[in-house]
Protein backbone atom coordinates (compact mmCIF):
# COMPACT_ATOMS: atom_id res chain seq x y z
CA UNK A 1 0.00 0.00 0.00
CA UNK A 2 1.39 3.51 -1.18
CA UNK A 3 0.25 6.30 1.17
CA UNK A 4 0.63 9.97 0.29
CA UNK A 5 0.84 12.34 3.95
CA UNK A 6 0.38 15.51 3.92
CA UNK A 7 2.96 17.51 6.09
CA UNK A 8 2.68 21.18 5.00
CA UNK A 9 2.55 21.92 8.69
CA UNK A 10 5.93 21.35 9.40
CA UNK A 11 6.88 24.87 7.01
CA UNK A 12 4.44 26.85 9.39
CA UNK A 13 5.40 29.46 10.83
CA UNK A 14 4.89 28.04 14.36
CA UNK A 15 4.17 24.71 13.49
CA UNK A 16 3.01 23.50 16.60
CA UNK A 17 1.09 20.38 17.84
CA UNK A 18 -0.21 19.21 14.36
CA UNK A 19 3.24 19.33 12.89
CA UNK A 20 4.52 17.47 16.43
CA UNK A 21 1.62 14.91 16.21
CA UNK A 22 2.26 14.23 12.10
CA UNK A 23 6.26 13.81 12.49
CA UNK A 24 6.02 11.58 15.35
CA UNK A 25 3.21 9.33 13.92
CA UNK A 26 4.91 8.83 10.39
CA UNK A 27 7.98 7.91 12.12
CA UNK A 28 6.28 5.14 14.15
CA UNK A 29 4.14 4.35 11.01
CA UNK A 30 7.69 3.93 8.79
CA UNK A 31 9.24 2.04 11.66
CA UNK A 32 6.84 -0.58 11.23
CA UNK A 33 7.75 -1.22 7.30
CA UNK A 34 3.93 -2.38 6.43
CA UNK A 35 3.30 0.57 4.13
CA UNK A 36 5.21 3.09 1.83
CA UNK A 37 5.32 6.78 2.82
CA UNK A 38 5.12 9.92 0.86
CA UNK A 39 4.94 13.20 2.22
CA UNK A 40 3.40 15.81 0.76
CA UNK A 41 3.76 19.71 0.61
CA UNK A 42 3.92 23.07 -1.05
CA UNK A 43 6.95 24.27 -2.84
CA UNK A 44 9.44 25.40 -0.63
CA UNK A 45 13.06 26.69 -0.57
CA UNK A 46 14.34 24.55 2.45
CA UNK A 47 13.65 22.00 4.25
CA UNK A 48 11.66 23.27 7.55
CA UNK A 49 14.46 23.37 11.04
CA UNK A 50 14.80 20.74 13.46
CA UNK A 51 12.56 19.20 15.23
CA UNK A 52 9.94 19.78 12.04
CA UNK A 53 12.10 18.24 9.45
CA UNK A 54 9.88 15.38 8.01
CA UNK A 55 10.99 12.11 8.92
CA UNK A 56 9.93 10.33 5.19
CA UNK A 57 10.82 12.04 1.45
CA UNK A 58 8.46 14.44 0.64
CA UNK A 59 7.35 15.55 -2.74
CA UNK A 60 6.56 19.10 -3.52
CA UNK A 61 3.41 20.56 -5.47
CA UNK A 62 4.47 22.65 -7.92
CA UNK A 63 2.20 26.09 -6.25
CA UNK A 64 3.14 28.03 -3.05
CA UNK A 65 0.92 26.76 0.20
CA UNK A 66 -1.97 29.78 -0.06
CA UNK A 67 -2.69 28.49 -3.43
CA UNK A 68 -2.43 25.28 -2.47
CA UNK A 69 -5.10 25.59 0.53
CA UNK A 70 -6.94 27.99 -0.99
CA UNK A 71 -7.34 25.52 -4.36
CA UNK A 72 -7.97 22.43 -2.28
CA UNK A 73 -11.08 24.31 -0.28
CA UNK A 74 -12.68 26.23 -3.20
CA UNK A 75 -11.75 24.25 -6.40
CA UNK A 76 -10.86 20.48 -5.35
CA UNK A 77 -7.26 21.01 -6.90
CA UNK A 78 -4.25 20.37 -7.18
CA UNK A 79 -4.55 16.63 -6.79
CA UNK A 80 -2.04 15.30 -4.12
CA UNK A 81 -0.47 12.78 -7.24
CA UNK A 82 0.31 16.28 -9.22
CA UNK A 83 3.31 15.53 -6.68
CA UNK A 84 3.69 11.70 -5.50
CA UNK A 85 2.24 9.96 -8.55
CA UNK A 86 -0.17 7.23 -7.97
CA UNK A 87 -1.44 6.38 -4.55
CA UNK A 88 -3.24 3.84 -3.11
CA UNK A 89 -4.90 6.18 -0.04
CA UNK A 90 -4.49 9.89 1.40
CA UNK A 91 -3.87 10.87 4.62
CA UNK A 92 -4.51 14.61 5.73
CA UNK A 93 -2.40 15.29 9.24
CA UNK A 94 -3.50 18.91 9.05
CA UNK A 95 -6.37 21.16 8.75
CA UNK A 96 -6.12 21.44 5.32
CA UNK A 97 -8.35 18.44 3.20
CA UNK A 98 -6.92 18.00 -0.49
CA UNK A 99 -9.21 16.36 -2.55
CA UNK A 100 -10.67 12.91 -2.75
CA UNK A 101 -9.07 11.27 -5.65
CA UNK A 102 -8.14 7.77 -3.78
CA UNK A 103 -9.42 6.70 0.12
CA UNK A 104 -9.11 9.79 2.07
CA UNK A 105 -8.10 9.30 5.94
CA UNK A 106 -8.02 12.60 7.85
CA UNK A 107 -7.26 13.08 11.71
CA UNK A 108 -9.10 15.57 13.28
CA UNK A 109 -7.52 17.21 16.60
CA UNK A 110 -10.27 19.10 18.06
CA UNK A 111 -13.14 21.46 17.02
CA UNK A 112 -12.12 24.60 18.95
CA UNK A 113 -13.48 27.30 16.70
CA UNK A 114 -16.97 25.56 16.54
CA UNK A 115 -16.87 26.62 20.55
CA UNK A 116 -14.93 29.48 20.71
CA UNK A 117 -13.37 31.73 17.88
CA UNK A 118 -12.64 34.78 19.63
CA UNK A 119 -9.33 32.51 20.28
CA UNK A 120 -8.17 32.41 16.54
CA UNK A 121 -7.45 35.12 14.19
CA UNK A 122 -10.05 36.04 12.18
CA UNK A 123 -8.79 34.34 9.34
CA UNK A 124 -8.12 31.04 11.27
CA UNK A 125 -11.65 30.90 11.72
CA UNK A 126 -12.73 31.16 8.31
CA UNK A 127 -10.05 28.36 7.10
CA UNK A 128 -10.68 25.98 9.87
CA UNK A 129 -14.45 26.11 9.62
CA UNK A 130 -13.91 25.10 5.88
CA UNK A 131 -11.54 22.57 6.72
CA UNK A 132 -14.31 21.20 9.16
CA UNK A 133 -16.78 20.70 6.83
CA UNK A 134 -14.27 19.57 3.87
CA UNK A 135 -13.91 16.82 6.87
CA UNK A 136 -17.08 16.19 6.58
CA UNK A 137 -17.72 15.89 3.24
CA UNK A 138 -14.96 14.35 1.47
CA UNK A 139 -13.02 11.82 4.40
CA UNK A 140 -13.67 8.03 4.41
CA UNK A 141 -12.70 8.35 7.77
CA UNK A 142 -11.86 10.84 10.72
CA UNK A 143 -9.27 9.90 13.25
CA UNK A 144 -9.55 11.34 16.86
CA UNK A 145 -6.71 12.31 18.95
CA UNK A 146 -8.76 11.44 21.96
CA UNK A 147 -12.15 10.27 23.10
CA UNK A 148 -13.38 14.25 23.95
CA UNK A 149 -12.70 14.88 19.98
CA UNK A 150 -14.66 11.71 19.48
CA UNK A 151 -17.47 12.48 21.33
CA UNK A 152 -17.28 16.59 20.46
CA UNK A 153 -17.35 15.49 16.47
CA UNK A 154 -20.16 13.25 17.03
CA UNK A 155 -22.24 15.73 18.60
CA UNK A 156 -21.25 18.31 15.73
CA UNK A 157 -22.62 16.26 12.72
CA UNK A 158 -19.88 13.88 12.06
CA UNK A 159 -21.04 10.31 10.31
CA UNK A 160 -20.17 7.99 14.01
CA UNK A 161 -20.00 5.15 11.42
CA UNK A 162 -16.67 7.05 9.82
CA UNK A 163 -15.06 8.16 13.24
CA UNK A 164 -11.63 6.49 14.78
CA UNK A 165 -10.57 6.89 17.96
CA UNK A 166 -6.70 6.69 17.58
CA UNK A 167 -4.91 8.93 20.21
CA UNK A 168 -1.70 10.27 20.14
CA UNK A 169 2.03 8.97 21.88
CA UNK A 170 4.77 10.33 24.00
CA UNK A 171 8.50 10.03 23.24
CA UNK A 172 9.99 9.01 26.60
CA UNK A 173 13.45 9.72 27.38
CA UNK A 174 14.73 10.13 30.41
CA UNK A 175 16.25 13.72 31.38
CA UNK A 176 19.82 13.31 32.16
CA UNK A 177 20.73 14.81 35.21
CA UNK A 178 23.43 16.18 34.44
CA UNK A 179 21.53 18.49 32.07
CA UNK A 180 19.32 18.95 34.42
CA UNK A 181 21.74 21.11 36.40
CA UNK A 182 22.69 22.99 33.43
CA UNK A 183 19.53 23.84 32.20
CA UNK A 184 18.62 25.35 35.73
CA UNK A 185 21.99 27.08 35.52
CA UNK A 186 21.84 28.50 31.83
CA UNK A 187 17.93 30.05 32.56
CA UNK A 188 18.70 30.80 36.30
CA UNK A 189 15.69 29.10 37.21
CA UNK A 190 14.43 30.02 40.65
CA UNK A 191 14.65 26.67 43.70
CA UNK A 192 11.10 25.99 42.93
CA UNK A 193 8.80 26.75 39.74
CA UNK A 194 5.88 25.68 38.53
CA UNK A 195 6.08 25.26 34.51
CA UNK A 196 3.76 26.16 31.63
CA UNK A 197 4.28 24.93 28.17
CA UNK A 198 2.60 26.06 24.82
CA UNK A 199 2.05 28.24 22.01
CA UNK A 200 1.40 31.60 23.28
CA UNK A 201 -2.01 32.40 22.52
CA UNK A 202 -5.57 33.03 23.95
CA UNK A 203 -6.90 29.17 24.15
CA UNK A 204 -3.90 28.60 26.94
CA UNK A 205 -5.12 30.57 29.03
CA UNK A 206 -1.75 31.90 30.45
CA UNK A 207 -3.54 34.64 32.17
CA UNK A 208 -5.64 32.33 34.08
CA UNK A 209 -2.74 30.79 35.19
CA UNK A 210 -1.01 33.94 36.57
CA UNK A 211 -3.89 34.78 38.41
CA UNK A 212 -3.76 31.51 39.83
CA UNK A 213 -0.05 32.10 40.76
CA UNK A 214 -0.55 35.56 42.22
CA UNK A 215 -3.03 33.76 44.22
CA UNK A 216 -0.05 31.37 46.16
CA UNK A 217 1.66 32.08 49.57
CA UNK A 218 4.61 34.40 48.54
CA UNK A 219 7.12 32.51 48.64
CA UNK A 220 10.50 34.24 47.30
CA UNK A 221 12.21 30.32 45.85
CA UNK A 222 9.26 29.82 44.05
CA UNK A 223 8.89 31.17 40.49
CA UNK A 224 6.57 30.50 37.29
CA UNK A 225 8.78 29.36 34.02
CA UNK A 226 6.35 29.97 30.62
CA UNK A 227 8.30 28.30 27.90
CA UNK A 228 7.02 28.28 24.43
CA UNK A 229 7.12 30.33 20.97
CA UNK A 230 4.69 33.54 20.98
CA UNK A 231 2.05 32.65 18.94
CA UNK A 232 -0.64 35.76 18.57
CA UNK A 233 -3.37 37.78 20.12
CA UNK A 234 -2.37 40.52 23.28
CA UNK A 235 0.54 38.80 25.81
CA UNK A 236 -0.66 37.64 28.95
CA UNK A 237 1.61 40.50 31.20
CA UNK A 238 3.04 39.30 34.37
CA UNK A 239 3.43 42.76 35.98
CA UNK A 240 -0.48 43.13 35.60
CA UNK A 241 -0.72 40.28 38.48
CA UNK A 242 2.52 41.87 40.07
CA UNK A 243 4.66 39.07 39.30
CA UNK A 244 7.54 40.60 36.94
CA UNK A 245 10.44 39.20 39.36
CA UNK A 246 8.93 36.42 39.20
CA UNK A 247 7.99 34.56 36.01
CA UNK A 248 10.47 33.46 33.35
CA UNK A 249 9.92 33.66 30.01
CA UNK A 250 12.29 30.85 28.09
CA UNK A 251 10.32 31.35 24.76
CA UNK A 252 11.33 28.41 22.49
CA UNK A 253 13.88 25.38 23.80
CA UNK A 254 15.11 22.54 21.97
CA UNK A 255 13.48 18.95 23.19
CA UNK A 256 16.71 17.93 25.21
CA UNK A 257 15.78 21.61 27.48
CA UNK A 258 12.25 21.17 27.19
CA UNK A 259 12.65 17.28 28.94
CA UNK A 260 15.26 18.97 31.41
CA UNK A 261 12.22 21.49 32.23
CA UNK A 262 9.70 19.20 32.96
CA UNK A 263 11.71 16.92 35.39
CA UNK A 264 12.99 19.99 37.57
CA UNK A 265 9.57 21.43 37.76
CA UNK A 266 8.09 20.77 40.98
CA UNK A 267 4.27 21.20 39.27
CA UNK A 268 3.52 21.33 35.53
CA UNK A 269 0.74 23.50 34.97
CA UNK A 270 -1.55 23.18 31.61
CA UNK A 271 -4.78 24.92 32.25
CA UNK A 272 -5.47 25.24 28.45
CA UNK A 273 -8.80 26.22 27.33
CA UNK A 274 -9.67 23.53 24.75
CA UNK A 275 -7.55 20.78 23.83
CA UNK A 276 -7.43 17.72 21.26
CA UNK A 277 -4.87 16.16 22.76
CA UNK A 278 -2.35 17.84 25.14
CA UNK A 279 1.22 16.60 24.41
CA UNK A 280 3.04 18.78 27.13
CA UNK A 281 0.80 17.08 29.87
CA UNK A 282 2.21 13.78 28.99
CA UNK A 283 5.44 14.99 28.43
CA UNK A 284 5.30 15.98 32.01
CA UNK A 285 4.01 13.08 33.29
CA UNK A 286 6.89 10.93 31.74
CA UNK A 287 9.49 12.97 33.01
CA UNK A 288 7.49 11.95 36.92
CA UNK A 289 6.28 15.67 37.45
CA UNK A 290 2.58 16.07 38.55
CA UNK A 291 0.45 17.90 36.41
CA UNK A 292 -2.79 20.49 37.45
CA UNK A 293 -5.16 20.80 34.06
CA UNK A 294 -8.36 21.42 32.95
CA UNK A 295 -11.76 19.69 33.14
CA UNK A 296 -13.99 19.49 30.38
CA UNK A 297 -11.03 18.91 28.10
CA UNK A 298 -8.80 16.01 26.40
CA UNK A 299 -6.80 16.54 28.88
CA UNK A 300 -8.39 15.39 31.49
CA UNK A 301 -8.77 11.97 29.99
CA UNK A 302 -4.48 12.06 30.35
CA UNK A 303 -4.95 12.32 34.30
CA UNK A 304 -7.76 10.29 35.13
CA UNK A 305 -6.02 7.39 36.26
CA UNK A 306 -3.76 9.44 38.54
CA UNK A 307 -0.84 11.39 36.71
CA UNK A 308 -2.19 14.60 37.61
CA UNK A 309 -5.46 16.83 38.76
CA UNK A 310 -7.90 18.74 36.75
CA UNK A 311 -9.59 21.82 37.81
CA UNK A 312 -12.34 24.33 36.09
CA UNK A 313 -9.41 26.47 33.54
CA UNK A 314 -11.41 29.49 34.01
CA UNK A 315 -11.84 28.99 37.93
CA UNK A 316 -8.08 30.59 39.42
CA UNK A 317 -8.89 30.10 42.64
CA UNK A 318 -9.16 26.42 41.81
CA UNK A 319 -6.19 26.49 40.14
CA UNK A 320 -4.03 27.54 42.41
CA UNK A 321 -5.58 25.66 44.96
CA UNK A 322 -4.44 22.26 42.61
CA UNK A 323 -1.19 24.18 42.54
CA UNK A 324 -0.85 24.26 46.29
CA UNK A 325 -1.66 21.07 47.40
CA UNK A 326 1.45 19.37 45.40
CA UNK A 327 3.56 22.30 46.22
CA UNK A 328 2.90 22.09 49.86
CA UNK A 329 2.78 18.26 49.44
CA UNK A 330 5.74 16.63 48.40
CA UNK A 331 4.55 12.85 49.38
CA UNK A 332 1.25 13.17 47.39
CA UNK A 333 3.28 15.20 44.78
CA UNK A 334 5.66 12.01 43.90
CA UNK A 335 3.19 9.41 44.18
CA UNK A 336 1.47 11.46 41.81
CA UNK A 337 4.34 11.76 39.70
CA UNK A 338 5.27 8.08 39.68
CA UNK A 339 1.88 7.12 38.72
CA UNK A 340 2.19 9.62 35.74
CA UNK A 341 4.94 7.68 34.49
CA UNK A 342 3.06 4.55 34.47
CA UNK A 343 0.32 6.37 32.54
CA UNK A 344 2.80 8.16 30.02
CA UNK A 345 4.37 4.87 29.59
CA UNK A 346 1.43 2.95 27.82
CA UNK A 347 0.55 5.92 25.49
CA UNK A 348 3.18 4.74 22.77
CA UNK A 349 3.62 5.98 19.43
CA UNK A 350 3.78 2.24 18.22
CA UNK A 351 0.02 1.66 19.72
CA UNK A 352 -0.87 5.20 17.43
CA UNK A 353 0.85 3.61 14.19
CA UNK A 354 -0.93 0.35 14.63
CA UNK A 355 -4.38 1.90 15.21
CA UNK A 356 -3.58 4.12 11.91
CA UNK A 357 -2.49 1.16 10.14
CA UNK A 358 -5.43 -0.62 11.18
CA UNK A 359 -7.72 2.23 9.86
CA UNK A 360 -5.30 2.39 6.52
CA UNK A 361 -6.70 -1.34 5.87
CA UNK A 362 -10.23 -0.72 6.23
CA UNK A 363 -10.27 1.42 2.85
CA UNK A 364 -7.97 -0.58 1.25
Known amino acids: MRVAVTLEQCWHRVPGGTARAAIDQVAALDALGEVELVGVAARHKD ?16 IPRLMMYEGWRHLGWPHIEDATGPVDLIHATGVAVPPRSVPLVVTVHDLAVLHDPSTFTRRGVSFLRAAIESTQERADLVLCSSRATFDDCADQGFDPERLRLVPLGVRIVEADSDLVADVRERHRLPDRFVLFVGTLEPRKNLRGLLDAFSRLEPDPDLGLVVVGPGGWGEQADPTAYGLAERVHALGFVPDDDLRALYAAADVFAYPSLLEGFGFPVLEAMAQGTPVVTSTGTSTEELVADGGGAAVDPRDPAAIADALAGYLDDPGTAGRTGETGREV ?9 ARLTLDAYRELA
Open 47 to 62: HPPEPWTPPIPVEHLN
Open 344 to 352: AAAHSWERT
